[in-house]
């Protein structure tokens, strides 16, 4: 069975960090990607960062680009969010994925983290 276990978040100022992390377990080959995911009240989940395990390459939203760093651990299955200067617009709560997919792909993650809250006070 698949699972990814997530750490970190919390509550955060303006211009503050969080870092977080997800640990995944279960699957019989090495996935292709991991990727950080978010959902904010009322708004659809995004695509926030997606890193490949395959070559390596690195996809981040506009809205996070500069602020955030993916970074992945493979010996550790472990793919992690530092999130710098955070913004209000930043509060949501944020999913970790991983997959046999490529980067490239936004519909069709099926294995997520359980989730944990981001919140950014102004």
């Known amino acids: 069975e698949v699972q990814l276990v997530q750490s970190g978040g919390g509550v955060v100022q303006t211009g503050g960090s969080l870092r977080l992390s997800c640990v995944h377990s279960g699957f019989s080959l090495e996935p292709y990607a991991m990727a950080w995911f978010r959902q904010a009240p009322g708004k659809e989940r995004e695509r926030v960062s997606c890193?490949?395990?395959?070559?390596?390459?690195?996809y981040y939203a506009n809205s996070v680009k500069g602020r955030f760093t993916i970074s992945s651990d493979n010996a550790k299955n472990a793919v992690y969010l530092q999130m710098n200067n955070l913004t209000p617009e930043d509060t949501a709560v944020y999913y970790c994925?991983?997959?046999?997919?490529?980067?490239?792909?936004?519909?069709?993650?099926?294995?997520w983290g359980q989730g944990t809250q981001v919140t950014v006070s102004s």
């Open positions: 890193i490949s395990s395959r070559d390596g390459s690195i």
């Open positions: 994925t991983a997959d046999y997919l490529p980067c490239s792909v936004v519909k069709g993650w099926e294995n």
